[in-house]
């Protein structure tokens, strides 16, 4: 007895449907492809066979192949279309999916969306910022009458969220009869993404109330709304909330209680709900080494970075970011380097995050050249790089690269920021750009609706100080309406200094003096001046003053990194192991430069005793020490990377640009105020700091 024909094709069929549906779910694509020849062959093609195969190319990635068979399937209907575009969605192709929306709506194919292919395009156009074609297809939605639909609400609430436009989110929000979990997670979300914390916190209310059940979305958001505000008693609270209802095994979750900790300034909490999770991954590793890096705990975090490796866990790109970032608080150079040989090898270094990492490493440890390629051999640049390099090049004194560098961003239609013009400022102020600061300041910073903070006045300050228009300076902090801090008054009084101007520096530091009677700095500068100007009697009052106060000069403090290991020099400490190698390479040092011009500034030794033995003391100032040890056990003509906690005296400068032409060194000393690159007699901050 035989099958009718018709009953042989219909198993025949519903046989090929359960096999894609199989090959689909378990990304079978040989065993589809199998299924997909036969159809050809066969020519049985119907317009579900052709969806779940497009459905099976979406799905193991090949967008192409399902690309093709969309393009030449003779009946085509709303599941098709909605199936490329989730495809094109999740393979990371946005635009496409909102093509082929497009395609769909206003197009050849004109099918009405449904709920499903709204959501998807509005997915879409969240994805990339798309806010124009998100109105337009919400606008879509309205004439469909599918507004109410809340798989529609929530998805136009996450593409307005994700868009920033909170009013339209807000509109959204409250015109709906009723509310899910997602839309309150959107809302709380959207308005931390837009930096609006009481406008979250309202949202949060109402979710306390209508919503009894949280999910791990809604813890995140909520510790994340925690962190923002910096708020760790109602964060604990939610921390407790978490314990009690057995959320902590969520891995997104974990990492928001540790971030919510070190946010909030509490490292211990943080390193604490770490070792207490049942189960460790690279999230939670990474969370815990950025509480650590946020707090100025760097070696800590390092030592995590350590124990990750040794247990097995392999770091992600943020990881070796939070890592770097370490490093480049530690200004450890030798173990940035191989952090860096470390994500080459596995793959991260190409991480937009660990490539801003390394040139924030680089720059902060004294590289520049490193930094410099670090931002080169990206493989694309965001604000972030542009600002860190323009940044980077200002603070070491090259202020014709940091301009160039402005000038190519605009080039590259990025758009500039707040913290951008800081270094163009002060670039301009390296070079003596009087007139072109102040355009930046008063025409392209409003131009581009920047408002300028302390921080650019500041520069402007700098900018005037440096071309020797000290009353200017002055004139411009009197009349600029901002709320000045000591930086812009120390940055005066130093120009104040080296200017020769004492009469004004007098009156600056007494100004100083009066807004922070324990500013250390001021006391050396104001002590320095009436030395220089041979007032004894003006020293011995600031010596007097001080003893009054109880205000002790901090001492020098410098230290090299060589083979990994960190070695700490403290002016006139003679404690070191290595202390009579490096007296002896100092007074070599010394002679070697006597013969081509250094004769001791003893206005720099602040000791009241005869000038020989002022001249003694001042051999044994940290940075000295520092660079003689380095010059003792570096190879030769290798450069010498030297940190130090206080500004450089007039004399160490005026000698480590000596040392550089004796020993043919590059030897770069970072100092309280910026970076020194000594090289061939030459300092790149042209002998202004």
Avoid at 326 to 340: M, T
Avoid at 612 to 617: G, L, N, S, V
Wanted: with cysteine.
């Amino acid at each position: 007895m035989h099958t009718a024909p018709s009953s042989q094709a219909s198993a025949s069929r519903e046989s090929d449907l359960h096999i894609l549906k199989v090959s689909t779910e378990s990304k079978n694509l040989a065993l589809g492809n199998a299924v997909h020849a036969r159809l050809i062959k066969t020519s049985q093609f119907d317009v579900v066979q052709s969806n779940h195969l497009v459905g099976l190319y979406c799905k193991c990635d090949r967008l192409s192949a399902a690309r093709q068979l969309f393009d030449e399937m003779p009946e085509r209907n709303g599941v098709s279309c909605n199936l490329l575009m989730a495809g094109y969605l999740h393979g990371g192709f946005p635009t496409q999916a909102l093509s082929v929306f497009k395609l769909m709506s206003f197009g050849e194919l004109l099918f009405h969306p449904n709920e499903y292919v709204f959501a998807t395009a509005l997915a879409s156009c969240a994805d990339i910022s798309a806010l124009d074609e998100g109105r337009q297809c919400h606008a879509y939605v309205l004439k469909s009458g599918l507004v109410s639909h809340s798989y529609v609400r929530n998805a136009l609430l996450h593409m307005y969220t994700k868009c920033l436009d909170m009013e339209y989110a807000l509109g959204v929000f409250w015109g709906g009869s009723d509310f899910d979990l997602f839309a309150f997670n959107s809302m709380i979300n959207g308005f931390l993404d837009n930096g609006q914390q009481s406008e979250a916190k309202n949202i949060l209310s109402r979710m306390v109330k209508e919503i009894a059940q949280w999910d791990h979305v809604s813890y995140v958001s909520v510790l994340g709304l925690c962190a923002d505000s910096k708020d760790p008693k109602f964060g604990g609270q939610i921390h407790g909330q978490i314990l009690r209802r057995g959320m902590e095994y969520n891995d997104f979750v974990c990492s928001a209680i540790v971030d919510m900790y070190g946010k909030c300034s509490d490292v211990q909490n943080a390193v604490l709900a770490f070792h207490e999770l049942p189960g460790k991954n690279v999230v939670s590793w990474t969370a815990v080494m950025a509480s650590c890096t946020q707090n100025g705990h760097f070696e800590e975090s390092l030592k995590l970075f350590i124990q990750m490796a040794d247990d097995g866990v392999r770091a992600n790109g943020l990881t070796y970011a939070v890592a770097l970032n370490s490093c480049a608080g530690l200004s450890a150079l030798r173990s940035g380097d191989a952090l860096n040989g470390h994500a080459e090898k596995t793959g991260c270094k190409s991480y937009l995050s660990v490539g801003n990492a390394l040139i924030n490493m680089y720059s902060k440890s004294g590289s520049i050249d490193d930094a410099t390629k670090a931002f080169t051999s990206m493989l694309n640049q965001d604000i972030i790089s542009w600002n860190s390099i323009i940044n980077a090049y200002s603070h070491f004194g090259f202020a014709k690269g940091a301009l160039e560098t402005f000038h190519n961003m605009l080039a590259e239609e990025e758009t500039p920021t707040y913290v951008t013009f800081i270094g163009v400022l002060s670039a301009c102020a390296h070079l003596g750009l009087v007139d072109e600061g102040f355009y930046y300041l008063n025409h392209l910073m409003r131009e581009l609706g920047i408002e300028p903070g302390k921080e650019h006045y500041t520069c402007m300050v700098g900018l005037l100080c440096r071309a020797g228009r000290l009353d200017e300076a002055d004139r411009f902090m009197r009349d600029t309406r901002t709320e000045w801090d000591i930086v812009a008054r120390r940055t005066l009084l130093s120009a104040c200094q080296v200017h020769g101007n004492h009469g004004l520096g007098y009156k600056v530091a007494e100004h100083i003096l009066q807004l922070d009677p324990d500013d250390v700095g001021t006391y050396i500068s104001l002590s320095n001046m009436y030395s220089k100007a041979r007032r004894w009697d003006g020293v011995v009052k600031v010596r007097k003053l001080m003893r009054q106060r109880d205000i002790k000069k901090e001492p020098g403090v410098s230290w090299i990194q060589i083979r990994n290991e960190t070695h700490v020099f403290v002016s006139e400490d003679k404690k070191h192991p290595w202390m009579d190698q490096i007296t002896e390479k100092v007074a070599e040092l010394i002679t070697e430069i006597k013969l081509i011009g250094y004769v001791p500034n003893i206005a720099c030794a602040s000791h009241d005793v005869e000038d020989e033995q002022k001249e003694e003391y001042l051999r044994y100032h940290s940075e000295k020490l520092a660079i003689a040890f380095g010059v003792i056990h570096m190879p030769p003509g290798a450069a010498i990377y030297i940190m130090k906690n206080l500004r450089m005296c007039d004399d160490c400068h005026v000698a480590v640009k000596l040392i550089s032409i004796v020993t043919n060194r590059k030897l770069v000393v970072r100092d309280a105020n910026r970076f020194h690159c000594f090289e061939s007699g030459c300092c790149s901050c042209d002998d202004y700091w």
